[in-house]
């Protein structure tokens, strides 16, 4: 057990009974692909309300390029992709919970379609691309290069006409409510309405990820990590919270924000060169450009490092240009933009960070270690990706996981038969005299920090220093009560980046997305073992398990 550094279990004070309720059977906390998908399957049992902190269709999921991986042709089979996914899991995967989303997700796809979602075609049949990792071509697509707008777009549609589900937009989620050991509901904050009180008889956690933490990621600036840390300060366990996998190939335009540049490029058959033209992924493994994202990551640093670069590129000069620009008419304009003619010229990358594989433990369906909550997709961590997560198997997942955290929470509820009521509950937070920090100041110097120590190559020394400076950070404001998003959402990314520092220094391997270069080897004894964090009476409490 670790002490903490003045540890509060709610970040705003409130009483309950000075703010309005509203109720509600199941509350769905997100509006990403498992979020939406929870919602409309818990919509069968009973009311549901779906909140989220900008707009519906402000999402990681939207963000998605390269498709959904599913097995929807004879020539491939579900053993095959749970075999990839095994394989590039490096050992920490649970089978089961893969076992799942691979046989169940070919239903969802075709759910997806009946709902309106319009994939990519050849005559009647979908056209299917590789990416790395993948045995066979199982990659369901839409419009070239905007596979989660159109999943996002089809899932929203779908929403607004259900019934007894209603969508509640920027809404901040500051807490999660308990009461006799149980998840209650939220407390909320909305621009327009301020705090209010949210009551569920089931609330389901899917808030997204974290890549805002970085200084270099393919994320909005939504993904902060908000879902993760109210989780941790709820006691509830989270696990893998130093599994983050950063994406190789993001476009490099000094002074840009970075853009994801899909792994469907390279599995059209785009080469990795450097300034020189030479193509250096056949150095670094055997399937060169289509090897997992780690691998693809860690050799694009590795030249960068050797050359003094601050990118590689992405050579698409000798494929079809015409096909090309029709595969991927987003990326192509986003070249344009820039002056970048794909015809003509290479597209400048390097890697971001892009997907947080840690996240709330749950189990086989759902459930959290916090009785009333359920989590899914990015916000958990079900064992699906284990240490690396196979490329488009994210989109599937949410999907999966989205219905069965919608149906558990849903029939859970529907068989409550006590009258949902509010509970007397308030929370006193004083005021703190201590010296203020500058927020704007904290929040990119973090990002700056975590890029540097907890990015793609780590070491126990650096890991150290960044637990130190985390912990000075939130000694001096997660002391403090704010009253907007920006504060809480500071608090909210110092506590998960400390818990994914504290968690990379705990495992002393490389396995994965995780690197340390003072621990080059992956440890066999390790296999199947988990970093858990929990908060256990205002300590730290990490275990392996």
Same mark, same amino acid.
């Given at each position: 057990?670790?002490?903490?550094?003045? +540890?509060?279990?709610?970040?705003?004070? *409130?009483?309950?009974?000075?703010?309005?309720s509203?109720?509600?059977?199941?509350?769905?906390?997100?509006?990403?692909?498992?979020?939406?998908?929870?919602?409309?399957?818990?919509?069968?049992?009973?009311?549901?309300?779906?909140?989220?902190?900008?707009?519906?269709?402000?999402?990681?999921?939207?963000?998605?390029?390269?498709?959904?991986?599913?097995?929807?042709?004879?020539?491939?089979?579900?053993?095959? %992709?749970?075999?990839d996914?095994?394989?590039?899991?490096?050992g920490?995967?649970?089978?089961?919970?893969?076992?799942?989303?691979?046989?169940?997700?070919?239903?969802?796809?075709?759910?997806?379609?009946?709902?309106?979602?319009?994939?990519?075609?050849?005559?009647?049949?979908?056209?299917?691309?590789?990416?790395?990792? %993948?045995?066979?071509?199982?990659?369901?697509?839409?419009?070239?290069?905007?596979?989660?707008?159109?999943? /996002?777009?089809?899932?929203?549609?779908?929403?607004?006409?259900?019934n007894?589900?209603?969508?509640?937009?920027?809404?901040?989620?500051?807490?999660l409510?308990?009461?006799?050991?149980?998840?209650?509901?939220?407390? +909320?904050? %909305?621009?327009?309405?301020?705090?209010?009180?949210?009551?569920?008889?089931?609330t389901?956690?899917? +808030?997204?990820?974290?890549?805002q933490?970085?200084?270099?990621?393919?994320?909005?600036?939504?993904?902060?990590?908000?879902?993760?840390?109210?989780?941790?300060?709820?006691?509830?366990?989270l696990?893998?919270?130093?599994?983050?996998? *950063?994406?190789?190939? $993001?476009?490099?335009?000094?002074?840009? /924000?970075?853009?994801?540049?899909?792994?469907?490029?390279?599995?059209?058959?785009?080469?990795?060169?450097?300034?020189?033209?030479?193509?250096?992924?056949?150095?670094?493994?055997?399937?060169?450009?289509?090897?997992?994202?780690?691998?693809?990551?860690?050799?694009?640093? $590795?030249?960068?490092?050797?050359?003094?670069?601050?990118?590689?590129?992405?050579?698409?000069?000798?494929?079809?240009?015409?096909?090309?620009?029709?595969?991927?008419?987003?990326?192509?304009?986003?070249?344009?933009?820039?002056?970048?003619?794909?015809? $003509?010229?290479r597209?400048?990358?390097?890697?971001?960070? %892009?997907?947080?594989?840690?996240?709330?433990v749950?189990d086989?369906?759902?459930r959290?270690? #916090?009785?009333?909550?359920?989590?899914?997709?990015?916000?958990?961590? !079900?064992?699906?990706?284990?240490?690396?997560?196979?490329?488009?198997?994210?989109?599937?997942?949410?999907?999966?996981?989205?219905?069965?955290?919608?149906?558990?929470?849903?029939?859970?509820a529907?068989?409550?038969?006590?009258?949902l009521k509010?509970?007397?509950? /308030?929370?006193?937070?004083?005021?703190?005299?201590?010296?203020? #920090?500058?927020?704007?100041?904290?929040?990119?110097?973090?990002?700056?920090?975590?890029?540097?120590?907890?990015?793609?190559?780590?070491?126990?020394?650096?890991?150290?220093?960044?637990?130190?400076i985390?912990?000075?950070?939130?000694?001096?404001?997660?002391?403090?009560?704010?009253?907007?998003?920006?504060?809480?959402?500071?608090?909210?990314?110092? !506590?998960?980046?400390?818990?994914?520092?504290?968690?990379?220094?705990?495992?002393?391997?490389s396995?994965?997305?995780?690197?340390?270069?003072?621990?080059?080897?992956?440890?066999?004894? #390790?296999?199947?073992?988990?970093?858990?964090?929990?908060?256990?009476?205002?300590?730290?409490?990490?275990?392996?398990?």
């Amino acid at each position: 057990m670790t002490e903490l550094y003045n +540890t509060r279990r709610y970040l705003t004070k *409130f009483d309950v009974h000075r703010l309005p309720s509203l109720f509600t059977d199941i509350l769905v906390i997100g509006s990403g692909v498992a979020g939406l998908r929870a919602a409309i399957e818990a919509s069968r049992y009973g009311s549901v309300l779906l909140v989220t902190k900008g707009r519906v269709d402000d999402s990681n999921t939207a963000w998605a390029q390269g498709g959904i991986a599913a097995v929807m042709e004879p020539g491939d089979s579900v053993e095959s %992709h749970l075999e990839d996914t095994l394989r590039v899991g490096c050992g920490l995967c649970d089978r089961t919970a893969v076992d799942r989303i691979v046989r169940e997700g070919p239903g969802r796809i075709r759910e997806l379609i009946e709902w309106g979602a319009i994939f990519d075609r050849r005559g009647q049949n979908l056209l299917l691309g590789l990416e790395g990792g %993948h045995s066979a071509p199982r990659i369901v697509h839409a419009l070239g290069d905007a596979t989660g707008r159109e999943i /996002s777009d089809a899932l929203i549609r779908v929403a607004r006409v259900t019934n007894h589900l209603r969508i509640f937009e920027d809404c901040f989620v500051v807490d999660l409510i308990e009461a006799e050991g149980r998840c209650v509901g939220v407390i +909320t904050y %909305h621009r327009h309405y301020g705090h209010q009180v949210f009551w569920a008889r089931q609330t389901i956690l899917a +808030t997204g990820g974290c890549g805002q933490l970085y200084r270099e990621t393919t994320n909005p600036e939504i993904a902060t990590g908000d879902g993760h840390a109210m989780a941790w300060r709820a006691g509830v366990a989270l696990r893998d919270m130093e599994m983050v996998q *950063f994406h190789p190939t $993001t476009l490099y335009v000094a002074g840009a /924000s970075r853009a994801l540049i899909s792994e469907a490029v390279r599995g059209h058959g785009a080469h990795l060169v450097d300034k020189s033209g030479r193509r250096f992924m056949p150095e670094y493994h055997p399937d060169a450009e289509l090897a997992p994202r780690d691998v693809v990551s860690r050799a694009i640093l $590795t030249e960068m490092a050797r050359q003094d670069a601050t990118c590689m590129y992405l050579d698409v000069r000798h494929l079809n240009i015409e096909k090309f620009r029709k595969r991927f008419p987003g990326i192509t304009r986003l070249c344009e933009e820039f002056d970048i003619d794909v015809e $003509t010229d290479r597209i400048p990358v390097r890697p971001a960070a %892009h997907y947080m594989i840690g996240g709330v433990v749950v189990d086989h369906e759902t459930r959290t270690s #916090l009785p009333g909550l359920w989590a899914c997709g990015e916000a958990a961590s !079900s064992g699906v990706h284990g240490a690396n997560r196979l490329a488009s198997n994210s989109l599937l997942e949410g999907l999966v996981f989205g219905a069965v955290a919608g149906r558990n929470a849903g029939e859970a509820a529907a068989s409550e038969k006590c009258p949902l009521k509010p509970v007397p509950l /308030s929370s006193h937070v004083e005021r703190s005299n201590r010296t203020m #920090l500058d927020l704007s100041d904290v929040h990119n110097s973090l990002r700056s920090l975590m890029w540097r120590n907890v990015g793609i190559e780590r070491s126990g020394p650096r890991l150290v220093e960044t637990v130190e400076i985390i912990s000075f950070w939130c000694r001096y404001i997660l002391d403090k009560l704010f009253d907007d998003r920006q504060g809480w959402e500071t608090q909210n990314m110092l !506590s998960v980046a400390h818990l994914m520092a504290t968690s990379a220094l705990a495992r002393e391997e490389s396995r994965g997305v995780h690197a340390r270069s003072d621990f080059p080897e992956t440890n066999p004894a #390790l296999d199947n073992k988990h970093v858990v964090v929990q908060m256990r009476d205002g300590k730290l409490d990490l275990r392996m398990e």
